[in-house]
T-cell receptor
Framework: DAKTTQPPSMDCAEGRAANLPCNHSTISGNEYVYWYRQIHSQGPQYIIHGLKNNETNEMASLIITEDRKSSTLILPHATLRDTAVYYCIVRVAPHSFLQGAQKLVFGQGTRLTINP | DTAVSQTPKYLVTQMGNDKSIKCEQNLGHDTMYWYKQDSKKFLKIMFSYNNKELIINETVPNRFSPKSPDKAHLNLHINSLELGDSAVYFC??????????????FGPGTRLTVL
């Protein structure tokens, strides 16, 4: 799995958009970008994923650069409940039958603190 | 309507003991996982089962033995517990490969403390 680089911590004001960057310069053509988050003392929670197009769901938006070497997770209107560690993960095609395709490799993530 | 549940939530035990952690999912998934999160907060996969068959087995001491009696359950048995086994253990589940979106759903975790 390709390695990702994220800032260790970020702050954002409540109600503002939180933009979390992720570098994955060695990503392969068949690797997806996934984002999970872990709120204190809870299990990780899936947020969003994408291959090369920008994606949006009810939780967030994912912007992937054209060369796919970096991406940004956007929480459009951050709330205090969004305070968590956010993990950017790249992995082989999730619908592949390759062994280990299911494995999630977590890095250190970004500790996002939403301030009132 | 809990999706992925684990028992117990907390487990405190002495070194050398044998203990088990249980995991159950009611999402109809056929792949289940065990992850370990150590004191430095690194999350690492330990095992994965698909349809009761072991498909991922990371470098884990053989004191750790997963058991999957059926697709909805994946238990973790640990023999001869050591201080370094103290961690939070997370169970997760997902659909199998073949689906485009097979996000993993995590349980609430079991905090194991070995004294």
């Amino acid at each position: 799995d390709a390695k990702t680089t994220q800032p260790p911590s970020m702050d954002c004001a409540e109600g503002r958009a939180a933009n979390l960057p992720c570098n994955h310069s060695t990503i392969s053509g068949n690797e997806y970008v996934y984002w999970y988050r872990q709120i204190h003392s809870q299990g990780p929670q899936y947020i969003i994923h994408g291959l090369k197009n920008n994606e949006t769901n009810e939780m967030a938006s994912l912007i992937i650069t054209e060369d796919r070497k970096s991406s940004t997770l956007i929480l459009p209107h951050a709330t205090l409940r969004d305070t968590a560690v956010y993990y950017c993960i790249v992995r082989v095609a999730p619908h592949s039958f390759l062994q280990g395709a299911q494995k999630l490799v977590f890095g250190q993530g970004t500790r996002l603190t939403i301030n009132p | 309507d809990t999706a992925v549940s684990q028992t117990p939530k907390y487990l405190v035990t002495q070194m050398g003991n044998d203990k088990s952690i249980k995991c159950e999912q009611n999402l109809g998934h056929d792949t289940m996982y065990w992850y370990k999160q150590d004191s430095k907060k690194f999350l690492k996969i330990m095992f994965s089962y698909n349809n009761k068959e072991l498909i991922i087995n990371e470098t884990v001491p053989n004191r750790f033995s997963p058991k999957s009696p059926d697709k909805a359950h994946l238990n973790l048995h640990i023999n001869s517990l050591e201080l370094g086994d103290s961690a939070v253990y997370f169970c997760a589940s997902s659909h199998t490969s073949g689906r485009v979106n097979n996000e993993q759903f995590f349980g609430p975790g079991t905090r194991l403390t070995v004294l």
